[in-house]
């Protein structure tokens, strides 16, 4: 079946996502927080107060997010008052991401999105509340008074960079919904490092956990390196997810298929196949480097390399069973509960050239 | 002379920008870096190697822009072989701005300025070479290359995290020029705090001077303050500085003044008046709140602080006399020489409640 240029939606419903995709390899722990369930009954009754969703159809896929779970995984040994916050985030961000990102009236406007996130992201760094703001900036203004108490300048700081990181990477992808334009791979996966907000939602893992990570340690190029690759394996990862949704819809969004498809790939399984070995490449780097870098790092550092791969393995176990991802109705189901078969050991291991990327394999890392 | 909805030019040629303009005020002392000259003449040799200026008038625009003279200002004790890589991104930031941010193709398309610019932010954080990168990307890979070489990888990130803040604010700036808004008076400040460039500049300031000042002085919330003001003072006055040029070209681009004239005051001498206040309210409570602060920071922290106020006095300095805002021709004159009368006294001094920089003053601070 292979790909037309003039085709609007390359993907297509003739192929079943679960037949295409291989078992994911992931070898890393399962761990989740032991308060997840709490902190979820406490993060619903924050998000009905909050009052971002404006529907009780925005609410309901709002909790099908299972945000809680999610950072359970992050962070499985923080304490209860420290995850709060980070999983109010979590929802925050979904929500924000369905009705000011990829969907909703900003989704092809750049011209419009810019502005608007430019404000959100005002309300995130000013302590002033303003009569200006909407009900997602004052949302996003309680989470970040809970930051600012549970955590240090340091680590908000560290926040607050990579929450406007993440909306710059929105608007990249919103720049070419509007101008039509489907990234190369070199393109996708430096905007995909961004857009995916696994910028913001790493930098939460030192505030859940308590413990600031030594700026040497923060910013030299192995802990960039290891950030970055936990960052795209969960994107890729995302990408694969959503896949199932995507062909249901006959969307042509942009997302590793559908760029591979464009550039390379001839097919739609052999476009799976490839992403599936990229991610693998990316994942087997970060955990070889992860072995050579945690010896030199502090308690600290240690916790939040660890929390890369806690994020990595989290995201894949709740990418596979959250409704998000599987209900294909108007309302979200329940989650999937069929054990996950995982895969024994990478499709592929080598690695990649695209000069984005490929300063992650120099051996002085 | 009451400014009219429908005008396509609100500020008007029939008014002077030197007869409307008080004197500044600006308690800093003045100091220059002894290489100034020396720096200049490597940056040009350069410029000319680089090959960003893609004619010789923009070369000769590019190397009007006094540059080096501006930033041996701000790092007056730096040196020479530390100056040189932060004069280099200067030359290169105010060529990149007319090309394309300011004016240029993309001045008015986010759809189109948003992808190019995050290419170029990736050319500056990613160590390699891609045969993608264009003259503009190459530069500034080569001049991360410096900063990685002469600056820590701390100082080298939060320069990255910068320069990523400054596109942010001029994707804004871009986007009402698509809109065809004109922001509020809070919207404007808070865009201009980016757009203007002075969160790279004054990040260079560590890696000029050598000294990498301690992440929890870095983002401390009264280090943070005395940064934005720094950065408000120096853009309100580039405003001002660009206002005869302004007047000249007839244009309603987004400034302080065009700010002020729709939202507020009903003539330009009022809203002159207006935005010379507002400016002198921030540099005002940056002195007081700079006092207060210095004791309770390390050397490199001091350093740090003390680089804002010479930024500040230098920007000025430097905006008075250089043919970018004198030069009304198309081609560069030369830099002015008149003595420059400055004021005795701020025309105000009191507290903002504008919310996005209320904080400023808050007394915690």
């Known amino acids: 079946m292979p790909y037309e240029a003039s085709s609007p939606a390359p993907l297509s419903p003739a192929w079943s996502a679960d037949d295409l995709q291989p078992p994911l390899f992931c070898p890393i722990d399962s761990a989740i927080n032991p308060a997840a369930h709490r902190v979820e009954q406490r993060a619903v ?115 607050v960079a990579a929450h406007r990181a993440w909306l710059a990477g929105v608007a990249w992808q919103i720049a070419n919904q509007a101008a039509g334009v489907m990234p190369d791979l070199e393109d996708y996966l430096t905007m995909r490092l961004h857009s995916a907000g696994g910028e913001p939602t790493f930098a939460m893992l030192e505030i859940a956990n308590g413990m600031e990570v030594p700026a040497a340690e923060m910013d030299a190029p192995a802990v960039r390196a290891l950030t970055e690759m936990a960052i795209l394996t969960a994107a890729l990862d995302n990408d694969r997810h959503s896949l199932a949704k995507e062909l249901n819809r006959r969307q042509a969004d942009q997302n590793i298929y559908t760029v591979l498809l464009r550039r390379h790939a001839d097919s739609l399984p052999v476009a799976v196949r490839e992403a599936a070995c990229l991610r693998d490449r990316v994942l087997c780097r970060f955990l070889r480097l992860r072995e050579t870098t945690l010896p030199r790092l502090s308690a600290a550092g240690r916790c939040y390399v660890d929390g890369l791969a806690h994020g990595i393995r989290g995201n894949a176990e709740w990418g596979l069973r959250v409704p998000r991802y599987l209900s294909r109705g108007p309302v979200p189901e329940e989650s999937g509960t069929a054990p996950i078969a995982w895969a024994e050991r990478p499709l592929d291991d080598r690695p990649l050239s695209l000069p984005t990327v490929s300063w992650w394999w120099d051996p002085a890392l």
Chains 1, 2 share one sequence.
């Not at 359970?72 to 979590?90: I, T, Y």
């Not at 406007?109 to 909407?134: G, I, K, N, Y």
Request: glycine share 4%; hydrophobic share 45%; aromatic share 14%.
């Open 45 to 159: 009754a924050w998000i009905d107060e909050a009052g971002f969703c404006a529907t009780p159809r925005e609410r309901a896929w709002a909790v099908a997010t299972k945000s809680a779970d999610f950072y359970a995984r992050f962070a499985p040994n923080a304490d209860e008052d420290l995850l709060l916050p980070a999983v109010l985030w979590v929802y925050w961000g979904f929500a924000f991401d369905d009705a000011r990102c990829d969907s909703g009236r900003h989704s092809s406007h750049p011209e419009t999105f810019v502005p608007m996130a430019a404000r959100v992201q005002r309300a995130l760094e000013r302590p002033c509340p303003s009569e200006a703001d909407d009900a997602y900036a004052r949302a996003l203004r309680d989470i970040a008074t809970r930051f600012r108490r549970t955590g240090t300048s340091v680590q908000f700081h560290r926040f």
